[in-house]
T-cell receptor, first 111, second 112 residues
Framework: GEDVEQSLFLSVREGDSSVINCTYT??????LYWYKQEPGAGLQLLTY?????DMKQDQRLTVLLNKKDKHLSLRIADTQTGDSAIYFC???????????FGTGTKLQVIP | DAGVIQSPRHEVTEMGQEVTLRCKPI?????LFWYRQTMMRGLELLIY????????DSGMPEDRFSAKMPNASFSTLKIQPSEPRDSAVYFC??????????FGPGTRLTVL
């Protein structure tokens, strides 16, 4: 079955870059996503990448996809305290818009 | 657009009681998902519907859990009888064909 794995915790200093990594197992994934969950709230889509791309940049966010190794990463440049949250990697597993989420990485930004 | 609406936001109940969680998806979305989030198990997909039809309920923990979607604008998740291990945050999400899921604010359930 599908499996998405992430490290549980990352701590960075304000102004530094953050890199959150993810590995997945379903080679047929069409889209891969990064969701952000702030305390007490639901998940919100941050960005996504189509499986035939290897990089996508959106302002401070850079997504890198290594399809051969089934590895996805999210880089946040100039990390701010407002970026403190849990970040979920996710992949779509085919039909009916079903998405498999990773375990989530809690990002702590130290002022 | 109000987004996905869930009620109640918080529920505290005693073991053995019936609990009903409610969700109103975003208008025009044709898929609806119920998730459970705990510290121990993370985010788990319980069940999802497409065009009001349950497609995959393999994530439903046991027979005490049931979900319905009587129409395109309403779904319920029921736990009967509830147990302390059911304590979690339950999220509802909806999506259209383009796959992005929009999450509700969640219902924090505490079973004493």
């Amino acid at each position: 079955g599908e499996d998405v794995e992430q490290s549980l915790f990352l701590s960075v200093r304000e102004g530094d870059s953050s890199v959150i990594n993810c590995t997945y197992t379903d080679s047929s994934s069409t889209y891969l996503y990064w969701y952000k969950q702030e305390p007490g709230a639901g998940l919100q889509l941050l960005t996504y990448i189509f499986s035939n791309m290897d990089m996508k940049q959106d302002q401070r966010l850079t997504v890198l996809l290594n399809k051969k190794d089934k590895h996805l990463s999210l880089r946040i440049a100039d990390t701010q305290t407002g970026d403190s949250a849990i970040y979920f990697c996710a992949e779509n597993s085919g039909g009916y818009q079903k998405v498999t989420f990773g375990t989530g990485t809690k990002l702590q930004v130290i002022p | 657009d109000a987004g996905v609406i869930q009620s109640p936001r918080h529920e505290v109940t005693e073991m053995g009681q019936e609990v009903t969680l409610r969700c109103k998806p975003i208008s025009g979305h044709n898929s609806l998902f119920w998730y459970r989030q705990t510290m121990m198990r993370g985010l788990e997909l319980l069940i999802y519907f497409n065009n009001n039809v349950p497609i995959d309920d393999s994530g439903m923990p046991e027979d005490r859990f049931s979900a319905k979607m009587p129409n395109a604008s309403f779904s319920t998740l029921k736990i009967q009888p509830s147990e302390p291990r059911d304590s979690a945050v339950y999220f509802c999400a909806s999506s259209r064909q383009d796959n992005e899921q929009f999450f509700g604010p969640g219902t924090r359930l505490t079973v004493l």
